[in-house]
């Protein structure tokens, strides 16, 4: 057993859902099964993973923007950390529809929310009274809710990397719609012909969830370190 096997099956990526909820397209990459609960085989996960991450490497050598998404619960802290380290845009919660396919109209709501935080860190709110200000913060609240991990996407990112391609089905949509690749950690229940670099593996138990983030955030740095090479 590959050492990287050996990690995968000490975190539990290897559980998968059960048979009655397993999409076609992830039956080649099931073990067995284990009081009900489908096995993933890690032999072959770890294939999908080394495809994801060569392609990962291939975009931060290029300078490649790379969104990371993970609405679900146990996803959004590891989500927006891990993006933060290697400096990339996130969406740790709700995709709001349009994020890809109304950029424009997204954006310009982004740069409301820039041109609010410079006038709020100057002083300028200074100027309203007490309830004006109260309105003003609690709408910068709200937009950097919804898209403060995107304050620095000028524009759609070459791929996306998403944590249960299923939950965020609409995410995925918008990505190949606007022609995005997809790189998606992904359960039996995922539909591996919508992403471009499936990873099936847990997406529920954050260690597992943070095992394959991590795993991603290395390949960006290992291009990174590439670049201009």
């Known amino acids: 057993m590959s050492t990287i096997v050996e990690k995968m099956f000490s975190i539990g990526a290897q559980y998968a859902s059960s048979k009655s909820r397993r999409h076609p397209t992830a039956k080649k990459f099931i073990y067995g099964t284990k009081s009900g609960t489908e096995i993933f085989d890690l032999e072959e ?42 400096n990339m845009p996130y969406v740790a919660g709700r995709w709001i529809g349009g994020t890809f396919t109304n950029f424009g109209e997204i954006r310009h709501r982004v740069e409301k929310l820039i041109k609010m935080k410079s006038e709020e860190a100057k002083g300028d709110f200074a100027k309203y009274t007490k309830w004006e200000r109260n309105k003003l913060l609690e709408e910068m609240r709200k937009l950097t809710e919804f898209f403060g991990g995107i304050e620095g996407m000028e524009k759609l990112p070459r791929a996306i990397f998403v944590i249960d391609t299923d939950r965020e089905e609409i995410a995925v949509a918008e990505a190949r719609k606007a022609k995005i690749k997809v790189v998606g950690l992904m359960n039996a229940d995922c539909d591996a012909s919508v992403v471009d670099f499936p990873m099936f593996g847990n997406d529920s138990a954050r260690k597992s969830i943070e095992f394959f983030v991590q795993e991603i955030v290395s390949a960006y740095k290992e291009g990174q370190a590439l670049k201009g090479k």
């Open 45 to 86: 996960t770890a294939k999908l993973l080394e495809s994801a991450k060569e392609y990962v490497k291939s975009l931060a050598k290029d300078g490649a923007t790379v969104l990371f998404v993970g609405g679900k619960s146990e996803s959004i802290e590891i989500v927006r950390k891990a993006a933060e380290s290697i």
